[in-house]
């Protein structure tokens, strides 16, 4: 009886929804490694600049760092995280003047150790207060049943996904990476913009994805929100490019817009892997993990290109007579993104999206 009962908590386990409680943990999980990517996206080419690197080599040392991720990655097998980061930004950005690359360097060094002491703190209330299932084996406990690599090459869903996945990390990656870059140097905004403006767009992704939350997916709705998304960056794509120095104060207002793209997007896009694996969760491993490499490799590429031909300093921008002043950093911010989210859709429309593939959790987030 006693190994019956088990077993039946461990069937529990695997069928019954999420419960508030779990989900709260869980989202605790992702704190340190949602800090550090923005630490990473955000500040990097930042400030290997200001401390003097030239854009080819802070480019070569975020893709080095990509490399090395992606492949760890195979390997191996969302608001208070970034907001929690951007308001440390904020305050170390307004409280402390950078005049020497000594001060640069405590700047970023500040960032750095608060994100690593929030994240840890939080990992530690993930440990404590995740219940990991036991796997379930026997006749009828098919997760263990493996699906070969080959499988996933076979089906054309799977190109599918992986495309517009990708185009979609590199949407908010690269963005994100060029985003300090523009409103200081191009737009000429405020130190504290570097971590406003972020926070902002973080805040109404937040906001964004909690609402989505609670739609009964279905493929169709899938490849319309994914489609909304992606006509929304193209707009906001197309008012980065074009904004003119005078009018910098629009770039709150286009920030908004962006965080809502970017969760309409996201949301959508990893909603689409889970469309991908259905009830194979034996490649589930595969799908995820070699997705999440080709994107890390993309992003690396991209910003690699993109720097290569970042041939102006700061001060040649600030000095130049237009405006309006079309640099890599307005390319890489606003054209990129635009493309990705066009192509993005494209693929969308022609996907053949069917499968019913999640439940509701036990209880709604905005209950």
């Not at 069937?11 to 409680?21: K, Q, V, Y």
């Not at 036991?134 to 080959?150: L, T």
């Not at 190109?159 to 963005?175: C, D, F, K, P, Q």
């Not at 589930?284 to 300093?313: E, M, P, T």
């Amino acid at each position: 009886m006693k190994g019956n009962s088990i077993e039946d908590d461990d069937d529990d386990s695997f069928t019954e929804p999420l419960g508030r409680r779990s989900v709260f943990y869980y989202g605790m999980g992702h704190m340190l490694n949602d800090i550090t990517a923005a630490c990473w996206f955000t500040y990097l080419l930042l400030f290997l600049t200001d401390i003097g690197l030239s854009p080819r080599d802070a480019a070569m040392v975020m893709l080095s760092g990509q490399v090395a991720d992606g492949f760890t990655t195979i390997l191996a097998g969302e608001l208070i995280a970034n907001l929690s980061l951007y308001a440390v930004a904020l305050i170390v950005f307004a409280v402390t003047k950078a005049n020497t690359y000594a001060d640069v360097e405590n700047q970023y060094r500040w960032i750095a150790y608060s994100s690593i002491f929030v994240g840890c703190c939080f990992v530690g209330i993930f440990l404590f207060g995740t219940k990991e299932p036991r796997s379930r084996v026997g006749a009828q406990g098919n997760f263990h049943v493996r699906i070969a690599w080959a499988y996933w090459f076979k089906r054309v869903l799977y190109y599918e996904v992986a495309i517009v996945y990708v185009l979609t990390r590199l949407i908010v990656n690269v963005s994100q990476a060029y985003l300090a870059f523009y409103v200081i140097n191009d737009l000429r905004m405020a130190q504290s913009a570097k971590a406003l403006v972020p926070a902002i767009i973080y805040t109404c992704s937040f906001i964004v994805s909690v609402i989505l939350q609670e739609i009964a997916w279905t493929g169709q709705r899938l490849k319309a929100y994914y489609t909304a998304g992606g006509i929304i960056w193209m707009f906001s794509g197309a008012a980065i490019i074009f904004l003119p120095r005078s009018m910098s104060a629009f770039m709150y207002i286009i920030s908004i817009f962006i965080g809502v793209a970017n969760a309409l997007m996201m949301v959508t896009g990893i909603s689409m892997q889970n469309v991908l694996i259905g009830e194979n969760l034996g490649g589930c491993a595969f799908v995820c993990g070699s997705l999440s490499f080709l994107d890390k490799i993309s992003c690396g590429l991209a910003l690699y290109v993109l720097q290569s031909f970042q041939s102006c300093s700061p001060e040649l921008q600030r000095t130049n007579a237009i405006n309006v002043y079309i640099s890599v950093t307005r390319f890489g911010l606003g054209l990129l993104p635009s493309c990705c989210a066009l192509v993005g859709v494209a693929v969308t429309y022609s996907m053949k999206l069917h499968t019913p593939f999640s439940k509701p959790i036990m209880e709604p987030l905005l209950e």
